[in-house]
């Protein structure tokens, strides 16, 4: 247990301890790939979104920002 007065080494072997328990599951996972195409129907709500996505196909990308 780390207390106030835990040298700045002691602090980082924690830190570093517990990143090392994250690290696995943090690079096991991987984004799925926006869609640019569209092909769901659009609310109100989500006007923002599929105005970008035009943006984005008007200027020829496929996949994720240019």
């Given at each position: 247990m780390l207390i106030d007065s835990s040298s700045s080494e002691d602090l980082r072997a924690f830190q570093d301890e517990i990143f090392a328990g994250d690290r696995p599951i943090l690079q096991s996972q991987w984004p799925k790939r926006p869609p640019v195409s569209g092909g769901e129907v659009h609310v109100a709500t989500d006007l923002g979104s599929s105005a970008y996505r035009r943006y984005l196909r008007?200027?020829?990308?496929t996949f994720g920002v240019c």
């Open positions: 008007e200027r020829g990308t």
